[in-house]
């Protein structure tokens, strides 16, 4: 294994020093090196059973969205993603970054916290997540959802027990024309 990584190392560094050699690496790395991956990281305390935390993306009508996502709990919580939310309010902007910290390409897609929901939309993933078990869409589907443009997505995660407990969700994806 070392020395596999030493060779994609040498590659890479060869590469980028200007040699002719050609470097094999997977879509998702190019889209990090081109600067089109981006990711929103949260980690926070929820306090009281049935709280519900929710998180509104708003995909632009130009660009394909391919997303993925992964929340880990430390108590047990319902993840449910909705497709064409109603708000009435989109809530507080979120600050999505780009993987590559190098590039100044900005995400395309909106994202805000505590949206003001009218209508959830149309449920098209649940699942339950523990501190024993994370959930992802990784782990159901093993690949992304290609997200309709000009659309509403809200993930609503409402907490099962007493108590404080955090919730950590990662969403990430990559944009292309």
């Known amino acids: 294994m070392k020395i596999i990584m030493m060779l994609l190392f040498l590659?890479?560094?060869?590469?980028?020093?200007?040699?002719?050699?050609?470097?094999?690496?997977?879509?998702?790395?190019?889209?990090?090196?081109?600067?089109k991956h981006f990711?929103?990281?949260?980690?926070?305390?929820?306090?009281?059973?049935?709280?519900?935390?929710?998180?509104?993306?708003i995909t632009p009508s130009v660009k394909n969205i391919h997303a993925r996502f992964s929340i880990e709990a430390e108590d047990e919580f319902t993840v449910e993603l909705y497709e064409s939310a109603v708000v009435s309010n989109n809530g507080t902007p979120i600050t999505i970054l780009n993987n590559n910290r190098n590039s100044t390409e900005t995400a395309s897609v909106q994202g805000f916290s505590a949206p003001t929901v009218?209508?959830?939309?149309?449920?098209?993933?649940?699942?339950?997540?523990?501190?024993?078990?994370?959930?992802?869409?990784?782990?159901h589907t093993n690949y992304e959802i290609v997200a309709?443009?000009?659309?509403?997505?809200m993930f609503k995660i409402t907490k099962a027990a007493a108590g404080t407990h955090f919730i950590e969700p990662d969403f990430y994806f990559f944009e292309h024309p």
């Open 11 to 35: 590659s890479v560094h060869a590469f980028a020093m200007g040699a002719s050699s050609g470097v094999s690496m997977s879509f998702n790395d190019h889209n990090v090196h081109a600067g």
């Open 39 to 57: 990711f929103y990281h949260s980690n926070q305390d929820v306090t009281d059973a049935d709280t519900v935390v929710r998180f509104l993306f």
């Open 118 to 139: 009218t209508n959830d939309g149309t449920l098209i993933w649940k699942a339950v997540v523990t501190a024993s078990k994370k959930t992802s869409l990784e782990r």
């Open 148 to 153: 309709k443009n000009s659309t509403n997505y």
